[in-house]
């Protein structure tokens, strides 16, 4: 009897291992990282598939808050990282965990809310509007509440600043109220929970856009420098993390800053949304305070190990 | 609620249609699960066999450590493989973390408690008197841990079933080691849990369904084996 | 030499002493009936002969050679040559064929259907083969059980109440049998309260009580003094009229 179990455990093994053979595990894929406002607008699996085709290769993306993008960055996880935190790019880069930032794309920030907008914030600016909502909100939590991403993510490193030119220490924001309300959720979900709350948050365009159709927030404050969205391409240092695949990041940077990458992303969009949902960074560097060095140029960073 | 049965009729629909993005996460969702259960099995159960027939010191205690991590919450075995698997964690060198061949190393591990606690039991209500009457025939110590795990046939099945179960359906190891990667390593459960974020609740129900009939079918083929 | 020579055996559990100084012989080829009430230490007896249960103090010698002292592998080796029938035999999962034919699948001799049909005959199950041995009577059981240790043709045949469970007609046939397998060179060490099959089957007896023994001799001894007999063995089981 032991030699039949012995069989037929052979014959399950070699089924299963079969069936695993058609998902081996390819270390010759480009494995990116990304934030959620990025992936979930669809542009990554857009760009993906035009990628895919153009080079015969394959793509793996992952995608979780910016937090967590940059930790596998920093642990060689991934081979590149798509991100939009200005403050902890440059870090990544001088860490030697990077290598070089290349700015790719962009759009703005939105603050939407419930269509009555119950703070009156329509017409200010981002920081005035977050004051106007706090001191709503502390007095009148039921009507007045903001959603905070809450993740580490770039938006919600956005949402910190704001609060920080509008004169307020964070820490104190968080908890000093029902008002204002802590999701730990990526922006799709964070926009939901919003929707269903009737409550204020801050938003990509790109991600809103995508989710308009399930949401009956509407745009409030919209535009200016201090909402601008800058979306960076980061390879991994392979000198400091050995084992990364730096030529296909590389490669797929090159093909994102390129007339035809930089296209792709101007079009994406249109016809679902009848605008865009990102602007390219070629011809925009100015705008975007991305160095010229930086902005829309194939990377010349070397990928030798040594 | 119009969802769910929107959902019904969704999953019916992709079913039917065979719609080739749901197949392909169905198929992987299978293959990853059996897998990983095939392997626990292989591993387990001798280790469960080994455990309940000899008598050591700290043997009780060490089973309810066993049985406390029925209930690992998926998540933390996630995150605990990801610190293994990942690049820079001791196993860094083999590459697989974001792939399927680290999500059914994770999934091994996060069954492994139920797998061989449940062996355990199961082999612990044979009664003695098989294991003494196979004795006396002159059975040697492996053909009566053969004998008795034969007697607990069904028990063991069950095991097994329900340590597939749990793979099947769990999220926190598939995301957190296979990355929900489109096209690589996205399987039902990370599928749901994309899907319920991006607010498309129709879709998401009705791969819910499809998870749900297969834990049925499943069920059903635990209940004919134990029938017997 | 006796083939099984019992030397100041002890067995206690915690504080109870189940087996207390047993000093027995038993002859090769010959049948030795333990008799005793429930309890007596019978069944433990057997045990401590098939190498399950090990002494807290004694010997048993078999061709010579203290089974007692010996590493489990050695005890494997004599348990092999010996087959025990358990009070209230369990049955495996199984067919009727599959039970019989244990102990020649796990010594690796498969092809012996013949045996198997033939030694099921002698019971008296012909037919039985694919039937579920889990859905028998006691008694089919019973004898299920003791055709599963003669087919393998032991050595040393130890038999726990044998026929407890069977109508008179099906025990007498049993006890014909076992009578068949003591003249054909078989050591038969049979437990049992039941006297008519001891004086028939019996060369010797030995009769337990409290883990002692009291007494030993040849039924033929015993027939000389029936009503002392009758009256010794109502005092250890009030119940046995034969």
Redesign the interface.
């Known amino acids: 009897?032991?030699g039949k179990?012995l069989k037929i455990?052979m014959l399950?093994?070699a089924l299963?291992?079969l069936?695993?053979a058609?998902?081996?595990?390819?270390?010759s894929?480009l494995?990116i990282a990304t934030t959620t406002s990025l992936y979930?607008t669809g542009l990554l699996?857009f760009l993906?598939g035009k990628y895919e085709d153009k080079y015969n290769a394959?793509v793996?993306?992952?995608?979780g808050g910016t937090g967590i993008a940059i930790q596998y960055g920093?642990?060689?996880?991934?081979d590149l990282l798509m991100i939009h935190d200005k403050a902890r790019e440059l870090k990544f880069v001088q860490d030697g965990d990077g290598l070089q930032r290349r700015c790719i794309a962009y759009n703005y920030f939105v603050i939407v809310g419930p269509k009555n907008d119950p703070a009156g914030i329509k017409g200010m600016n981002a920081t005035q509007a977050l004051k106007i909502i706090m001191e709503k909100g502390k007095a009148d939590p039921n009507n007045v509440k903001f959603v905070s991403r809450g993740d580490n993510s770039g938006t919600q490193a956005r949402e910190q600043l704001l609060w920080k030119n509008a004169g307020y220490n964070y820490s104190k924001i968080n908890n000093s109220g029902p008002w204002y309300i802590d999701a730990g959720?990526?922006m799709?979900?964070t926009l939901?929970m919003t929707n269903e709350k009737s409550a204020y948050t801050l938003s990509d365009t790109g991600t809103y856009m995508a989710?308009r159709g399930?949401l009956s927030l509407v745009p409030l404050i919209e535009g200016g420098n201090d909402l601008l969205n800058v979306y960076v391409a980061i390879a991994i240092n392979p000198k400091k993390?050995p084992?990364?695949n730096c030529e296909a990041a590389n490669q797929f940077i090159n093909y994102l800053v390129s007339a035809e990458g930089q296209k792709l992303i101007a079009d994406y969009g249109k016809d679902k949304y009848g605008q865009p949902l990102f602007f390219p960074a070629a011809g925009n560097c100015d705008k975007i305070g991305c160095s010229s060095a930086e902005c829309a140029v194939p990377t010349n960073a070397s990928c030798a190990a040594a | 609620m119009d969802e769910i049965s929107a959902g019904f009729i969704r999953a019916i629909q992709l079913i039917v249609t065979l719609d080739p993005q749901v197949v392909e996460i169905t198929a992987r969702s299978l293959s990853i699960s059996l897998t990983s259960v095939f392997i626990a099995s292989l591993i387990d159960i001798p280790i469960g066999g080994i455990i309940q027939f000899h008598n050591f010191r700290g043997k009780r205690a060490l089973i309810n450590l066993i049985q406390t991590f029925y209930s690992l919450p998926t998540v933390t075995v996630g995150l605990l493989v990801f610190l293994l698997l990942s690049r820079s964690g001791p196993l860094g060198s083999l590459g697989l973390l974001f792939s399927p061949e680290g999500m059914i190393i994770g999934q091994t591990i996060l069954i492994t408690p139920i797998m061989i606690g449940l062996t355990i039991s199961a082999l612990g209500g044979v009664s003695v008197q098989i294991k003494e009457t196979a004795m006396s025939l002159g059975a040697t110590d492996l053909q009566v841990i053969f004998t008795i795990l034969k007697e607990a046939k069904a028990a063991v099945i069950a095991a097994i079933l329900l340590g597939f179960g749990r793979a099947l359906s769990e999220v926190g190891v598939a995301m957190m080691i296979g990355g929900n990667i489109r096209g690589y390593t996205r399987v039902l459960t990370t599928a749901i849990s994309l899907e319920t974020s991006m607010g498309d609740l129709e879709l998401s129900m009705a791969l819910g369904i499809i998870l749900i009939s297969i834990s049925l079918a499943v069920n059903l083929l635990l209940n004919r084996i134990q029938g017997r | 030499m006796a083939l099984i020579e019992i030397k100041g055996l002890y067995k206690s559990f915690g504080k109870s002493e189940i087996l207390n100084d047993i000093n027995l012989d038993m002859e090769e080829g010959k049948v030795m009936a333990l008799i005793g009430p429930t309890g007596s230490g019978k069944t433990t007896l057997l045990r401590h002969i098939d190498t399950l249960d090990q002494p807290t103090r004694g010997s048993i010698f078999f061709h010579g050679e203290d089974i007692c002292r010996l590493s489990s592998k050695e005890k494997f080796l004599v348990r092999r040559r010996m087959a025990m029938v358990f009070q209230k035999p369990v049955m495996f999962n199984r067919s009727v064929y599959e039970n019989v034919s244990y102990g020649l699948k796990v010594r690796s001799k498969e092809n012996s259907r013949d045996d198997v049909l033939h030694t099921l005959e002698e019971v008296g199950l012909t037919g039985y083969e694919s039937r579920s041995a889990t859905t028998l009577s006691g008694g089919e059981m019973q004898r299920i059980a003791l055709a599963r240790a003669m087919v393998i043709k032991p050595e040393v045949l130890l038999l726990d109440e044998p026929t407890a469970n069977l109508d008179q007609k099906s025990a007498s046939a049993i006890d014909d049998l076992i009578e068949r397998l003591a003249h054909g060179g078989t050591t038969v060490i049979i437990a049992s309260h039941n006297m008519t099959e001891c004086r028939r089957l019996a060369n010797r007896f030995a009769i337990l009580v409290n883990g002692k023994i009291t007494r030993t001799g040849r039924p033929n001894d015993i027939q000389l003094d029936r009503g002392q007999y009758i009256g010794f063995l109502e005092s250890i089981d009030p119940s046995d009229k034969t």
């Open positions: 009897m032991e179990v455990s399950l093994l299963a291992v069936c695993t058609v998902g081996v595990a390819d270390n894929r494995k979930d699996d993906q394959s793996s993306i992952v995608s920093q642990r060689g996880d991934v959720s990526g799709g979900a939901l989710y399930n993390h084992g990364v």
